[in-house]
């Protein structure tokens, strides 16, 4: 899976489950921000990524992502992990 389709198919699960505006969803805005998230939405979070790209997160691993820039590298960089094991 390339960057690209990552970054497509996140932005559109994005959009659907949270309901924002897909304008809003820029490589530098801030993701909690952005998306309105609080802790019961950073779980639903997880499991939309777990369910659309088959790798499990871990929670400490989401400490350091602020921008949707640092989501999409951390989503790639789990697949790309995941592909080559």
Do not use: H, W
Request: with cysteine.
């Amino acid at each position: 899976m390339t960057k690209e389709e990552i970054i497509e198919r996140t932005n559109q699960f994005l959009v659907e489950e949270f309901e924002v505006d897909a304008t809003k969803i820029t490589p530098d805005a801030n993701l909690k921000e952005t998306l309105d998230l609080d802790s019961l939405d950073y779980v639903d979070l997880v499991v939309i990524i777990e369910s659309n790209f088959g790798f499990k997160v871990v929670g400490e691993d989401f400490i350091g992502i602020q921008t949707f820039q640092q989501f999409y590298d951390y989503c790639y960089t789990k697949v790309a992990q995941k592909a080559s094991v």
